[in-house]
């Protein structure tokens, strides 16, 4: 199995599952509507991080656990965001996003 370690800034995430149902119930069928579900989907859980993520930044942070980040967290970032890794393959829910794109932590 291939993987993917994070450099530079960035942080490895992978997406939560999107439901292939509307809210009322109805299935939707094409697989170009469930491809812009997934590609639009902002949340998901940290995997890894790059070395450089977080550090040396103006506000005086120097690693993700100062910024309030940790391998595991369920977050939020922009929908669109980031960069899906080609060596994985096409159908891959791991995302590559800069550090500073995470706007959020989802606490459950």
Not at 14 to 40: F, N, Q
Request: aromatic share 6%; glycine share 12%; charged share 25%.
């Amino acid at each position: 199995m291939t993987t993917i370690r994070p450099t530079g800034y960035y942080v490895l995430v992978e997406i939560e599952e999107v439901s292939v149902k509307s809210t009322g119930g109805i299935i939707i069928e094409t697989h170009k509507d469930e491809k812009r579900l997934v590609e639009a989907q902002c949340v998901g859980t940290i995997l890894a991080f790059g070395p450089m993520c977080f550090k040396g930044l103006e506000c005086g942070c120097n690693s993700p656990e100062e910024w309030g980040l940790k391998v595991g967290d369920k977050v939020e970032f922009n929908s669109y965001d980031g960069k899906r890794p080609k060596a994985l393959g096409a159908d891959t829910r791991q995302r590559l996003i800069i550090d500073q794109h995470i706007i959020g932590v989802i606490n459950d």
